[in-house]
């Protein structure tokens, strides 16, 4: 028989353990919310994969992915954070309560912060997973500056591929890029394409694939095979960047958030999913740049949302939903609107037995957003034996109209 789920009960789940999970874990713990990071493998996660960070911030001698990491995850652990390491087979986040599954425990959480971040796609070809870290190199604007006056190999021909490729020309002595397809044509823009044919360190091998990439403990020699001819040869190189695209860890959402097509998860600029309550933060989003500056941002953000929507929550269903009273939806920057608050002002004098609450959509989105379904703004929501009964807004709104709903 299987054994049944431990349940454990959290106001924050956060889903992976990197740069962005760990971020996203020192703004809940900070705020005192039960929470927990589950990561599958290594926490710290992809950042770990790089020996040098000379771009974040504050440590102008730069400092490594592990180092970095091991800080964030001090930081976290400081603030009451709690960790578990094992994978998140499913969630189901139907309900106002979300469910987080692992493989022994079922983990109810009021929020959930998905961080799961994404992978480089890999070649496949033999030896590959030995030098990742060790000359196979996935991010140029990281690992550049360490192949100055070195040769490199640059796999791919996309927007990335040739615009990175270009980049590395200010620091290597050459730039060899492995393109699968025939001379002459690339898989990026054409803007991209003529600065790089034009430019002297760039060299171009047609037709190529990677058949086995070779070294002792660390990567120095990178075999290609031409698609047409079947020759092999041996490119000596520093470092190895492939830029064939990445893939979000996000197979267990399917179905259960908006992504993309490539299955990054959709966000608002606020970090809210499709589904409220549940965020995401970091790679795993749909976005431009994939840093760890640019993580620590999504998820700051994200566990701030997280905090605003339990607070949110709390009031919703513990104050306003309980018994009679109104809400006044209204946005406070505007005059009218504030000149309406005296005649809610009069009314609460007038039915002293009536609760009456104040909404700022600016201050409180998503409280004005579950009060009122249809966004109007200003509105009056009417409340009895903890239902909406009526809202008023619009033209209708006055306080003859509210008292006739009381
Ligand atoms: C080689 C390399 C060098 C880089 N160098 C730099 C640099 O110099 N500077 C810089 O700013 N950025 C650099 N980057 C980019 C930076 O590392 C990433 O943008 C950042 O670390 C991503 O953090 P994340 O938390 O969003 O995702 P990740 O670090 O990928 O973390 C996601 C975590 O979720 C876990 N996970 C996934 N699925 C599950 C599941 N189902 N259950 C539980 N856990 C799960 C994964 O194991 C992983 O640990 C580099 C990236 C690479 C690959």
């Known amino acids: 028989m299987p054994r049944e789920k431990k349940i454990e009960e959290y106001d924050v789940v956060i889903i992976g353990g990197g740069a962005s999970g760990l971020t996203a874990g020192i703004y809940c713990g900070r705020a005192r919310l039960k929470t927990i990071v589950i990561e599958q493998a290594l926490v710290g996660g992809i950042a770990t994969n790089t020996n040098e960070i000379e771009n974040y911030p504050g440590f102008p001698e730069g400092t490594t992915g592990t180092g970095l990491m091991k800080l964030f995850h001090q930081q976290a652990k400081k603030f ?30 009021k929020a959930v912060i998905i961080c799961n971040g994404s992978k480089p796609r890999l070649t496949g070809a ?20 360490a192949c100055t006056d070195e040769e490199v190999l640059v796999i791919g021909s996309g927007d990335a591929a040739i615009e990175e490729g270009m980049f590395l020309t200010k620091f290597a002595s050459k730039v060899k890029v492995s393109i699968i397809h025939d001379e002459g044509i690339m898989d990026c823009n054409e803007v991209a394409k003529s600065a790089a044919l034009a430019n002297p360190k760039m060299e171009f091998l047609h037709n190529t ?11 120095t020699t990178v075999v290609l095979k031409n698609l047409k001819t079947g020759e092999l040869t041996s490119i000596d190189c520093f470092t190895c960047f492939l830029f064939i695209g990445y893939i979000p860890n ?20 606020n970090m809210e999913t499709s589904v409220p309550g549940v965020f995401a933060a970091g ?14 941002g999504d998820a700051a953000t994200a566990g701030v949302m997280a ?22 939806i209204f946005d406070a920057s505007k005059a009218d609107h504030r000149k309406f608050l005296e005649e809610i002002e009069e009314l609460e004098k007038e039915y002293d ?8 959509t ?19 929501i009417i409340i009895k034996n903890g239902k909406v009964v009526k809202v008023i807004s619009e033209e209708t709104l006055s306080k003859n109209e509210i008292e006739k709903n009381l």
């Open 80 to 109: 009451g954070v709690k960790f578990k390491l094992t994978n998140v087979k499913t969630v189901d986040f139907t309900g106002d309560i979300k469910i987080v599954e692992t493989f022994r425990n079922r983990y109810k959480a």
């Open 126 to 145: 033999e030896n590959e997973e030995k030098y990742v870290g060790k000359g196979i190199a996935f991010c140029a604007t990281c690992d550049a500056a």
């Open 209 to 219: 694939v990677v058949e086995r990439f070779e070294g002792e403990d660390e990567l």
């Open 250 to 269: 996000t197979s267990i959402y399917e179905d259960k958030v908006n992504m993309t097509k490539s299955g990054y998860v959709i966000t608002s600029e």
């Open 283 to 296: 790679d795993v989003r749909d976005k431009f740049l994939r840093q760890v500056a640019t993580c620590v």
């Open 307 to 328: 905090e605003k929507y339990i607070a949110e929550t709390e009031i919703f269903e513990n104050i306003i939903m309980k018994g009679d009273g109104i809400a006044y």
């Open 353 to 360: 037995e009536y609760c009456c609450h104040r909404v700022d």
């Open 362 to 380: 600016y201050k409180s989105r998503g409280l004005a957003q579950r009060l009122c379904k249809t966004g109007h703004c200003p509105s009056v």
